[in-house]
């Protein structure tokens, strides 16, 4: 059977990188490596990354939506999910209000928004989602006013990976949003909360921060997709391995047809076997128009099919991927989609 393993070393190798990166730009303050989990932490499988992170230290998450909270709320001191309404309040899971619209759907879906967590996203110029911030004051008013708890102020730096400006544009204007909370926090009698803007490309990339935590997602898997240099990212190490296991062999002779439509035909006698995955766990569809080599040098030969694919060879596991950055090549494409295809419904396996 199929199956993924995750290597618990090369996560706290890469969490590693980001921990010390801080100490060095910011000794003075201790600022916190939250994990982004969301989407079956890319791919990765929800439960098994929440259990790794929860090992190495990890006390704040983030994932997609309240099921994916609930899931993981056990294991730590704060969960945020980005988007939806959460159906029942919770000491630790906390919602991301995008705008005015969200709290009449708090409202309609609990009634009382007493005690509710919240943390309020800012658009700081990626103009995708988030409150303006001329309009803060106007929120943070109707969270006080409702009693609510106002557990964080983010926003979303968009341009880590990109050569130009406009990184620098959107930290600075967080600059301003932090400071601007901190006026009114003074003015309308409210504890301060916590401040966050910067993912895993954003991080390793500034040499100032001093921001509360740093939300980190993709580098903890081990990638990065960034355009500029950033040293740091050379070193970090994909944890996730990809695995199948051989289902029958064949010895076809010259002229002999594999698969659907018969794309591939042998130029050789040769050894094929089929391995138990395919597109339907996740794969890519490969249909004669791209090659993609296996880790050891073989090629997946076209078709695939939704539930195995062939190569040359009778060995009975094979590793399939070791790189999603390599088929993201393939398929022009980011490794994040290479990753977050992969069935929930594969085992994965810590080593």
Do not use: W
Not at 131 to 138: A, Q, S
Not at 155 to 180: C, L, P, R, T
Not at 312 to 334: L, Q
Request: net charge neutral; with cysteine.
């Amino acid at each position: 059977m199929a199956y993924i393993t995750i290597n618990h070393n090369f996560f706290k190798h890469n969490l590693d990188i980001f921990r010390q990166h801080l100490k060095t730009i910011n000794p003075q303050k201790n600022i916190e490596v939250a994990a982004v989990l969301k989407d079956n932490a890319y791919g990765h499988g929800l439960e098994i990354m929440s259990d790794l992170a929860m090992k190495n230290g990890i006390k704040s998450v983030f994932v997609k939506n309240y099921n994916e909270a609930l899931k993981v709320a056990h294991k730590f001191d704060s969960v945020t999910f980005f988007y939806g309404i959460a159906p029942e309040k919770s000491n630790n899971i906390y919602s991301t209000i995008h705008g005015f619209d969200d709290f009449a759907k708090i409202e309609k879906a609990l009634g009382d928004m007493r005690g509710l967590g919240v943390e309020l996203k800012v658009n700081v110029g990626m103009n995708r989602n988030g409150i303006e911030m001329k309009d803060l004051r106007k929120h943070i008013e109707v969270i006080l006013k409702n009693d609510m708890r106002l557990i964080g102020i983010l926003s979303h730096n968009g341009y880590g990976d990109e050569i130009g400006d406009e990184f620098h544009k959107e930290f600075d204007k967080f600059q301003e949003v932090k400071e601007q909370v901190k006026k009114l926090s003074k003015e309308l009698g409210f504890a301060l909360p916590r401040f966050h803007s910067l993912n895993s490309s954003c991080t390793l990339r500034t040499q100032q921060c001093d921001d509360d935590l740093v939300r980190i997602g993709i580098a903890l898997y081990g990638y990065l997709t960034n355009e500029i240099t950033i040293e740091a990212a050379k070193k970090l190490k994909p944890i996730l391995k990809l695995y199948a296991n051989r289902i029958s062999t064949k010895l076809l002779d010259i002229g002999e047809r594999i698969g659907y439509g018969g794309v591939t035909i042998m130029t050789n006698k040769r050894v094929v076997s089929t391995y138990d995955i395919g597109y339907g766990d996740g794969l890519y569809r490969l249909n004669g128009n791209k090659k993609l080599l296996l880790p050891n040098g073989e090629e997946i030969l076209p078709r695939t099919s939704m539930d195995c694919f062939s190569c040359y060879g009778d060995t009975d596991e094979i590793c399939v991927m070791e790189d999603a950055g390599y088929v993201a090549e393939v398929f022009d494409t980011v490794p994040y989609e290479v990753l977050t295809r992969l069935s929930p419904f594969i085992t994965r396996i810590i080593v």
